[in-house]
């Protein structure tokens, strides 16, 4: 059977708010003595009754002088140090929850960045877009080109010192490689870009070598 939730609320009928006090007093006391017992801390709870002057007082009263007499010993600075008062456990909530937003912020914004560029690529014409998402879209891509750049500085940082004298001769075989490459009229070199060649050819694509 499933429980009912608990309004917190002030319980106006007298009755029902003396009754609801007993068993929730009693619930808390036991809930001291669980942890006590089951973890081996030292705990105690001073309930005030509202209409006696007399505190329930959990285990013992000596036993909770003692506790606080334990407790007051401990130098100041480290008392507190894992102590929080209400407005600092706010400000703290409030703080990982707009560091939250701003992450899922982030990732929404990357994957719209990545939708328009996939649309882009598809054939979408860039007039169909809103200023204010190419200028969005602008900076995006400046923001991955640098991150690009940082990735190839690294790179080129951890590359081994180069040979001169054995590079030397490695390019004057290159450099016969490459003649004899135009001598056949065959591509030479390239790269691919967004799913485009983009590359150097010989003049002599008619496989003639004939000018024009």
């Not at 995006?140 to 990735?151: A, D, T």
Request: proline share 4%; glycine share 8%.
């Amino acid at each position: 059977m499933a429980r009912t939730k608990v309004t917190l609320a002030w319980i106006e009928n007298d009755s029902a708010r003396k009754k609801r006090f007993r068993r929730r007093k009693g619930s808390l006391l036991k809930k001291v003595s669980e942890i006590s017992t089951l973890c081996d801390v030292g705990a105690f709870a001073i309930v005030y009754a509202p209409d006696s002057d007399k505190p329930d007082v959990w285990p013992s009263p000596s036993e909770v002088k003692e506790l606080i007499a334990k407790f007051q010993s401990i130098p100041e600075a480290e008392r507190s140090r894992k102590m929080t008062d209400h407005e600092t456990y706010l400000k703290e909530t409030i703080a990982k929850l707009e560091q939250r937003l701003r992450k899922i912020k982030r990732q929404n914004y990357e994957m719209e960045m990545n939708d328009i560029m996939h649309d882009l690529y598809k054939g979408m014409p860039m007039y169909l877009l809103e200023t204010s998402k190419i200028s969005d879209l602008a900076s995006f891509l400046e923001e991955k080109m640098k991150g690009i750049s940082q990735i190839m500085e690294r790179l080129e940082k951890d590359l081994p010192p180069v040979d001169v004298s054995s590079q030397a001769g490695r390019d004057d075989e290159n450099v016969t490689g490459r003649s004899s490459s135009n001598a056949t009229g065959r591509k030479i070199g390239g790269i691919r870009l967004m799913g485009f060649d983009i590359g150097s050819s010989i003049a002599g694509d008619n496989g003639g070598g004939e000018e024009r």
